[in-house]
T-cell receptor, first 111, second 115 residues
């Protein structure tokens, strides 16, 4: 069964304190792995798509990496405005677009 | 990125009534759109896939007669919650890919509260 597990469930950082969020996945042939940011009461905002092991993508203070079993979202020198829930989702080959989401990591960055 | 809108952003209704939620792709056409439901402190669960010109595909456990989906055009999908009950209260979110099979872009969500 395709599955996504994110850790930690919650993370509290001081402003400027770098860290990483983990997304472990089990899927019958990965088509793509997606990272989204979700603010309270809003829909997910797209961050990155990764397609193959070894791939990396960066955007401002965020960097996403992918291996055959997991993905990391690295946050460098976070700011309070980075506080949000970060969601990871996978799409299996032949799954006709279906996304399987993890339960997310709630990040709080304190000034 | 692509822009997806939803209307209304929130709705309160009485038990037994029906509620329609619209999902629009604003700057692109989408032959496929997706409807998700999210309960408090939980992640997104796919309810159904909306297909322009054909019937929607529902996930296991989702009642198709209760959650009616109509993909009226290449930019509009609607979800109607029929005979809503308090347990249907949730955050409903739609999404659409720019390219079929690729990254999905999400709408802002609709908060449904059934009294």
């Amino acid at each position: 069964e395709d599955q996504v597990t994110q850790s930690p469930e919650a993370l509290r950082l001081q402003e400027g304190e770098s860290s990483s969020l983990n997304c472990s996945y089990t899927v019958s042939g990965l088509r793509g792995l997606f990272w989204y940011r979700q603010d309270p009461g809003k829909g997910p905002e797209f961050l990155f798509t990764l397609y193959s092991a070894g791939e990396e993508k960066e955007k401002e203070r965020l960097k996403a990496t992918l291996t055959k079993k997991e993905s990391f979202l690295h946050i460098t020198a976070p700011k309070p405005e980075d506080s949000a829930t970060y969601l990871c989702a996978v799409q299996a080959r032949g799954a006709t677009n279906k996304l399987i989401f993890g339960t997310g990591t709630l990040l709080a960055v304190q000034p | 990125g692509a822009v997806v809108s939803q209307h209304p952003s929130w709705v309160i209704c009485k038990s037994g009534t029906s509620v329609k939620i619209e999902c629009r792709s604003l700057d692109f056409q989408a032959t496929t759109m997706f409807w998700y439901r999210q309960f408090p402190k939980q992640s997104l669960m796919l309810m159904a896939t909306s297909n322009e010109g054909s019937k929607a595909t529902y996930e296991q456990g989702v009642e198709k007669d209760k959650f009616l989906i109509n993909h009226a055009s290449l930019t509009l999908s609607t979800l109607t919650v029929t005979s809503a009950h308090p347990e249907d209260s949730s955050f409903y979110i739609c999404s659409a890919p720019l390219v079929t099979g690729d990254t999905q872009y999400f709408g802002p969500g609709t908060r449904l509260t059934v009294l």
